[in-house]
């Protein structure tokens, strides 16, 4: 029996920002456009017919929001009848994690703003967008277990309370600092230096740690478990 079929293929990306101050954010766009204009989503929009869907994904970022980023995970397809209410669109997205301050964010094309927002206070979003980025920070917080992070989010040489922070932004809860660090020296892709922190007010410098890039790489590459 034949297929009636009339779909079309769309990509949306995730990007979450990571600060020290600021914490986990996610990167979004003002619609200018109906449906839902005037109303925050991600950045996306329909792959064309010569197109790849990485080149699809990385020209919406950077036409609704003026920036470039080397790296997508791709993430997961939705594609639930109704989730578009001017066809049956199915969406192919993407995930990444940056640092804001290392972008220059300008909305263009079918966006009318572009802002980061933390995670815990994302407006009302358009189409299933709010299930995307639940989608996406739930896949983050499982790869941060098994795959070290903060190389890219980082100053070269950083306290190790800002690893933790990083850490714990992410994953949305306390940690156990005192194994945390046991563990993560273990893994050796972390090497203490001897600058000392500089503090404002009282209180004992501690040492300032660097990323030792050879061995980050490589325990990427191949993952590792931190049961953190």
């Known amino acids: 029996m034949p297929t009636n079929q009339d779909i079309k293929v769309a990509v949306d990306a995730v990007v979450f920002g990571y600060t020290s101050k600021e914490g986990l954010s996610v990167l979004l766009i003002k619609r200018n456009i109906n449906p ?12 064309g017919n010569d197109e790849s869907l990485e080149d699809a994904v990385q020209r919406e970022l950077k036409e609704e929001t003026g920036i470039s980023i080397n790296y997508l995970e791709q993430l997961y397809s939705f594609g639930k009848p ?51 980025i639940s989608a996406a920070h739930d896949r983050l917080k499982n790869k941060i277990l098994y795959q070290p992070v903060g190389f890219e989010l980082l100053e070269e040489r950083f306290p190790f309370s800002e690893l933790e922070k990083l850490y714990m932004a ?13 563990k993560v020296i273990k893994f050796g892709f972390l090497e203490e230096t001897a600058e000392k922190q500089i503090l404002e007010g009282a209180g004992r410098p501690g040492n300032l740690f660097r990323f030792n890039q050879e061995k980050y790489f490589q325990l990427q590459k191949e993952g590792i478990n931190f049961e953190i």
């Open 36 to 47: 839902f204009k005037n109303t925050w989503a991600l950045p996306g929009g329909l792959v």
């Open 82 to 132: 109704g989730r578009d209410p001017r066809n049956r669109v199915i969406s192919i997205t993407y995930y990444g994690l940056v640092k804001p301050d290392a972008f220059e964010i300008e909305a263009a094309t079918d966006a009318a703003e572009a802002a980061w927002f933390n995670i815990k206070k994302i407006p009302q979003l358009a189409f299933d967008h709010q299930a995307i």
């Open 170 to 182: 992410v994953l949305d809860r306390e940690i156990d600092r005192r194994n945390f660090k046991k």
